[in-house]
């Protein structure tokens, strides 16, 4: 296993071993021990997925303390482009963000702590989306905020996307009042 560090402090690229052959692949989804030798001390208490249509946009979406989640995010199937936005008052990074193409070719799995907005666009049908998270959902905690927000300038190569009533009226990021402090 491989983890990469990003600009943005917290977040994290994890490139699993895969073990490939005329059969197929393996590799470890994840492994406690492994992950806490990478300096990645976390415990995950629900798992998620969501199949999606190509073009859908989900997000972009987080829990607000003590809610607060942080995500093991990958794909089953097919691919995304996924999105990581900083949200932590006190960060250097705050109002940045990070994107990324995660795909069941490359494997990739993205690491996003409390403290972000997250979100991704499908690139193929019947893509299935994979989240690890260390907290369980809780509503009266969710938060949201534009997806086409100008302020955060994110390239989500795509005019219009399929969302969700509820993304279609999240506020935008200077309506933002960020519970998250460092």
């Known amino acids: 296993m491989e983890v990469e560090k990003l600009e943005i402090e917290g977040l994290l690229i994890i490139r699993p071993t895969v073990y490939e052959d005329d059969r197929g692949y393996f590799f470890e989804a994840f492994n406690a021990a492994k992950f806490k030798e990478a300096g990645l001390e976390v415990e995950f208490v629900q798992d998620n997925l969501s199949k999606s249509s190509r073009n859908v946009l989900r997000g972009l979406h987080f829990q607000n303390p003590p809610f607060a989640q942080g995500k093991l995010v990958s794909v089953i199937r097919g691919s995304v482009l996924d999105v990581a936005v900083d949200i932590r008052k006190n960060s250097p990074t705050y109002g940045q963000h990070y994107s990324i193409v995660l795909s069941e070719k490359n494997k990739i799995q993205f690491y996003l702590p409390p403290g972000f907005a997250h979100g991704f666009k499908t690139l193929e049908d019947n893509t299935v989306f994979s989240y690890k998270c260390t907290e369980g959902y ?44 460092d």
Do not use: M, R, V
């Open 138 to 181: 809780n509503k009266n905690s969710e938060g949201s905020i534009k997806w086409n927000d100008k302020q955060l300038a994110i390239d989500w190569d795509t005019e219009k996307p399929i969302i969700s009533e509820k993304d279609q009226i999240a506020p935008s990021f200077q309506e933002l009042n960020s519970q998250f402090i």
